[in-house]
C-alpha cells in the first residue's frame, strides 16, 4: 500500500524544508559546538581535563580534522547517488556522529582521537546531501528556490549559535567540563535524529532512492572497497595507539596539504585539457580557476576563528564584564550572530546593484571579501602588540575582526558556489562543485598550519603572524581586482557556451 503524499507546506515553502531545517540546525549544533572546543581541549594542560598538547600540534589536528570533514563530503555525496539514496546517508550519519560525540564524552585519551574520526565519517555522509535534498525539494523553474535556500542557511547559523553557547558554557563551567559539553553535542545530533526520522513523510519520497543506482555487481564490488576503507582505517588507528606507527600531526599535515593540491590540479587540469571543452567553456574555466584560489586564501584565514583566534580570546583577552567571565567559545558566536544579521542586506546589496547596472565580475566579488577578511587581521595586528606589551585586551579588538571576517564570508561564499554553478561546464557542473570542495579543505589545513606558528609563550611573535596573514591575503587580492578586467570578458563567454 502507497503512503499518501504530504500536501503541506511551512511558511510557503514545501514542507519537507522544515524537515532539512530543523535536522541540520541541530547537526550544526552539535559540529560547530564541538569543533569549537578542539584547540582548547587539546592545548590545555592534564591538570585541567586537557590532553597537554603543543600548540603546534593541535593546530596541525584542527586543520587535518576541518579539511577531512570536507573532503569526506566528496565519497559521502557518492554513495548517496550511486549506493543508499539522500536520506538514508542524512539518517546514517548522523547516527555515526551522534555516535562520534558520545564517545568524545568518555574521558580518556583513546577516544578523542577515535570520536573525531567517526565525526568525519558521519559529516562527509550526512553533509553535502541535506544541501542537495534541499535543492531536490523544488522544481527546476520554482521560485521559491532562492527563499528557501536562505531560510535553510538560517538554520545552519541557529544551529551553531546554540551550540557555541551551550558547549563554551558547559566546558567552563566549574560543575561539568569538557566532556559533559562533547555530551551535549551528542544530544543535539540525538534531537535531530528524532526529529529527522518523526518527520521524514514530509519530504515525499525526495532522496528515498539514489539518483544513478549502480548495477548489483557494481553495488558489490563498491561495498567491498567501502568495507576494506574502513578496515585499513581502523588497522591504522589501533597502530598508532599501540605506537607501531609514529604519526607527527604537523608533518601529516603538510603531505596532506600537498596531497589535495596535487588532486585539485589533476582533476581541474583534466577536465580543462582532456574535457572536449569549446573555446568559450575554457574561458569560463579560467575564471573560476581565480575563484577557487580566492576561496583557498580566505578560508586559510577565515578558519583561524576555531585555533589562533581561539587561543588568543583564552590568553589574551579580558573577558571579564563586572563578576562575569565570558566564555572563551563565545566569541565564534559572534560569526553566526552577525551572519543572521547581515544576510538580508548582501541579499539585497547584488540586487540594487545590478539594477543600477553596476555588476561586478566574479573576480571582484570574492577578491573583495578576501581583501575585507584580511583587514581583520590587521586589527588583530595591534591587538597582539597590546598583548605583546603584556596587557590583556578589551573583547572588541574580537568584535571587530569577527565583524569583518563575516562580511567577507558573505561578498565571498555566496558568491563563489554560484561562479561554480555558472561558469562550469554544464556537463562537469557536479563534479566541478566537488573539486571546488576541495578549496576548503586546503584553506582548513594551511590554516591549521599557520596558527602551528601561534606560540603562547612567546607573545612578542604573534602580531608577525597575525600581519602576515594580513597582507599576503591583501596582495592575491589585489592580483585577482587586476586580473579581473581580463576575466570579466572570460566570464562573459562563459554565459554563451
Known amino acids: 500500500m502507497n503512503k499518501p503524499e504530504y500536501t503541506g507546506t511551512w511558511f510557503g515553502q514545501p514542507g519537507g524544508l522544515l ?51 570536507y573532503f569526506m563530503g566528496l565519497p559521502g555525496g557518492w554513495i548517496a547517488d550511486r549506493l543508499i539514496g539522500g536520506q538514508s546517508a542524512i539518517w546514517y550519519g548522523g547516527i555515526i556522529i551522534m555516535c562520534g ?21 558521519g559529516t562527509g555522509l550526512l553533509k553535502p546531501n541535506m544541501s542537495s535534498l ?36 558547559l566546558m567552563e563551567s566549574d560543575s561539568y567540563g569538557w566532556h559533559w559539553a562533547f555530551g551535549a553535542a551528542a544530544i543535539g545530533m540525538a534531537i535531530g535524529l528524532v526529529i529527522y526520522k518523526k518527520t521524514t513523510p514530509r519530504l515525499n519520497g525526495v532522496g528515498a532512492e539514489p539518483t544513478h543506482p549502480m548495477s548489483s555487481n557494481g553495488q558489490k564490488i563498491s561495498w ?10 581502523a588497522a591504522v588507528t589501533a597502530m598508532t595507539f599501540a605506537g607501531t606507527i609514529v604519526i607527527d600531526p604537523v608533518s601529516l599535515a603538510e603531505s596532506t596539504a600537498v596531497v589535495f593540491t596535487l588532486v585539485f590540479i589533476a582533476y581541474f587540469g583534466g577536465i580543462y585539457f582532456l574535457g572536449n571543452l569549446n573555446e568559450n567553456e575554457k574561458k569560463g574555466m579560467g575564471a573560476l580557476l581565480l575563484v577557487c584560489i580566492a576561496s583557498i586564501c580566505f578560508f586559510s584565514g577565515f578558519e583561524q576563528a576555531g585555533s589562533s583566534l581561539n587561543l588568543f580570546a583564552r590568553d589574551y583577552t579580558d573577558r571579564m564584564i563586572g563578576s562575569f567571565e565570558i566564555p572563551t567559545g563565545w566569541f565564534q558566536s559572534l560569526n553566526s550572530i552577525f551572519i543572521i544579521a547581515l544576510s538580508p542586506f548582501f541579499a539585497a546589496l547584488w540586487v540594487n546593484l545590478a539594477k543600477k547596472m553596476i555588476s561586478p565580475s566574479y573576480s571582484v566579488k570574492t577578491a573583495l571579501g578576501l581583501i575585507i577578511m584580511a583587514t581583520g587581521f590587521i586589527v588583530m595586528f595591534f591587538a597582539a602588540q597590546y598583548a605583546a606589551s603584556g596587557l590583556k585586551v578589551a573583547p572588541y579588538w574580537l568584535v571587530a575582526t569577527y565583524f569583518l571576517h563575516t562580511v567577507g564570508e558573505l561578498c565571498l561564499s555566496p558568491v563563489a558556489l554560484s561562479a561554480v554553478s555558472k561558469l562550469s561546464p554544464k556537463r562537469f557542473s557536479g563534479q566541478l562543485m566537488g573539486v571546488f570542495v576541495l578549496t576548503y579543505s586546503m584553506g582548513s589545513i594551511i590554516s591549521g598550519l599557520l596558527a602551528g606558528n601561534f606560540d603562547p609563550n612567546n ?37 554563451v557556451k
Open 19 to 69: 524537515t532539512l531545517f530543523t535536522t541540520e540546525m541541530w547537526e550544526r549544533m552539535s559540529y560547530y559546538g564541538m569543533r569549537m572546543m578542539l584547540v582548547l581541549f587539546m592545548t590545555a594542560s592534564l591538570q585541567e581535563g586537557g590532553l597537554g598538547i603543543t600548540v603546534a600540534s593541535a593546530a596541525a589536528i584542527y586543520g587535518l580534522y576541518t579539511g577531512a570533514v
Open 101 to 121: 560525540h558520545i564517545i568524545l564524552a568518555i574521558p580518556h585519551d583513546a577516544s578523542f582521537f577515535i570520536g573525531l574520526i567517526f565525526v568525519v565519517l
Open 224 to 233: 567491498m572497497v567501502i568495507v576494506a576503507g574502513l578496515v585499513a582505517l
Open 134 to 169: 534541499v535543492g531536490q525539494l523544488y522544481a527546476d523553474n520554482d521560485d521559491r528556490r532562492d527563499a528557501g535556500f536562505a531560510i535553510y542557511y538560517m538554520g545552519i547559523n541557529i544551529g551553531s549559535l546554540i551550540g557555541y553557547t551551550v558547549c563554551g558554557y
Open 459 to 495: 607573545v612578542e611573535q604573534i602580531p608577525a603572524l597575525y600581519i602576515q596573514i594580513s597582507l599576503f591575503s591583501i596582495g592575491i587580492g589585489i592580483v585577482l581586482v587586476l586580473l579581473s578586467f581580463k576575466t570579466k570578458s572570460w566570464e562573459k563567454a562563459a554565459e
